[in-house]
């Protein structure tokens, strides 16, 4: 943690008087960080704004918390702000969560006019990141986790614990006798970060104990390929791509990787802060509609993003769902305007009703995905007879607002033949049954 203070003070350009942001939770991460820019204060009269977010999500202490963090603030002449967030717009808590949050980060940095955005991500939550993405699928530039340092239009984001472990920081939280608090969602295994903590990174540290510096070298080499192989795509991006709309004819020209890049390009300039949720499906998907033979196509991507090609051109545009009213056919990959996904895949040991197995040759391909339709009934696996689509959201105790985006699986003869998540219908097979086609929702 000296190297940390040393760095803030001697390397990063801060000057006297400069006013800094910091996002502060109150666990162990940022209050470390919070303490190391309270003795720079002391260094070069700093204002320190320290942003606290409540994630409101009824979790126990989360107000205490919050009183926590303001009364640190109080008792070490730091600025304290903070904001609630009293709705969550969809189920996507943890993406929509970061962009309110940094939404209110650059809220205050245009506010005190401040240089400097500190966040307190650490070395284990680089490994962590690194080895999600691998699993999950990301880009070159998703594969290295995140930068030290991010340059923003008039300010920087800067991590000055990624080279410093969790175990690092509870050491410095106890010799200098900081209090913090603990989150108690970080313990429970339901989500993928969690299991990664717990589970996986501890292996890793068995094998190495300084383990997370080869991480953050890998990191590093890959973000500076990344970069490289990005000026050179740049070169080509406006003759290839002007006005962000994909020319297919000049696209075939170039080689396969550069292809991919300006794809990723493509991405990148139209989801900006909110990248982490392309994965390099989405990349294969849009990669394989360009280079087909249809002539006019649209791709349903997260946030209700199409890619959309029409003849020699292919553009990423916002789409419209007016009144809930979607329709969509299912082919290989699907984000749907719930923020759920639809994926065929090719083998499944679990039989539950996130998952529908299908013979194509007793239902009419090809098959839609589109919200529920006053009216709709569907035949229940293992019901006599069918059931209304709005008993079964009753039943399962579906919000209102949940209805009306569900999706709802259908054949080209508009049969119901799944309601994922929820219930089968006959035409849904078991696994010992003869079937070719299998949907996964997740």
């Known amino acids: 943690m000296d190297k940390v203070y ?3 003070l001697n390397r990063l350009n801060i000057k006297y008087g400069d006013a800094v942001v910091v996002g502060v939770s109150g666990g162990p991460d940022s209050m470390a960080l919070l303490h190391l820019l309270i003795r720079l204060k002391k260094a070069l009269d700093l204002q320190i704004i320290c942003a606290h977010v409540n994630h409101n999500t009824g979790r126990k202490g989360q107000f205490e918390e919050q009183k926590f963090v303001e009364d640190y603030c ?4 730091v600025i ?3 904001m609630t967030i009293e709705k969550y717009g969809d189920d996507n808590f943890h993406n929509e969560a970061r962009t309110i949050r940094y939404s209110f980060f650059n809220s205050l940095i245009k506010k005190y006019n401040a240089k400097y955005l500190f966040t307190a991500h ?4 680089l490994m962590e990141t690194i080895l999600m993405r691998i699993v999950r699928g990301s880009t070159l530039k998703g594969y290295s986790g995140f930068s030290k340092t991010v340059k923003m239009d008039n300010y920087y984001i800067i991590r000055p614990l990624i080279e410093v472990t969790k175990d690092q920081i509870i050491a410095y939280l106890n010799k200098n006798k900081i209090k913090y608090m603990q989150d108690s969602s970080n313990t429970k295994d339901v989500y993928t970060r969690n299991r990664f903590r717990k589970y996986i990174v501890p292996e890793f540290k068995k094998e190495d104990k300084l383990v997370h510096e080869k991480f953050y070298k890998f990191s590093k080499v890959l973000l500076e390929y990344n970069d490289y192989i990005d000026k050179q795509v740049k070169k080509k991006y406006n003759k290839i791509c002007p006005d962000n709309v994909l020319n297919i004819e000049e696209f075939k020209k170039e080689e396969e990787l550069i292809q991919t890049k300006i794809i990723y390009m493509m991405l990148e300039k139209m989801y900006q802060d909110d990248l982490m949720l392309i994965t390099d499906k989405h990349c294969e998907i849009i990669h394989n509609l360009v280079l087909s033979n249809k002539a006019n196509a649209t791709i349903h991507l997260p946030n209700n993003i199409g890619a959309i090609k029409s003849y020699n051109t292919l553009e990423l545009t916002k789409l419209e769902i007016k009144n809930n009213i979607y329709e969509i056919q299912i082919e290989e990959y699907l984000n749907l305007p719930n923020g759920k996904n639809i994926e065929k895949i090719k083998s499944s040991k679990s039989d539950d009703n996130n ?3 299908l013979d194509s040759n007793s239902v009419k391909l090809p098959l839609y995905v589109r919200n529920r339709h006053d009216g709709d ?6 019901m006599l007879g069918r059931k209304k689509i709005s008993d079964i959201f009753i039943d399962c105790k579906i919000s209102m607002k949940d209805r009306e985006l569900w999706p709802v699986v259908c054949d080209s003869d508009d049969n119901i033949i799944w309601l994922p998540g929820l219930k089968k219908s006959k035409f849904c097979l078991e ?11 997740y």
Not at 122 to 125: G, L, M, P
């Open 122 to 125: 650490h070395a284990d939550d």
């Open 377 to 382: 009934k569907m035949t229940v696996k293992g």
């Open 431 to 441: 696994k010992e049954e003869k079937y070719d086609i299998i949907l996964k929702y």
């Open 355 to 357: 998952i529908c197995r």
């Open 74 to 77: 109080k008792k070490n002449s």
């Open 6 to 8: 040393d760095e803030l």
């Open 80 to 82: 304290f702000e903070t």
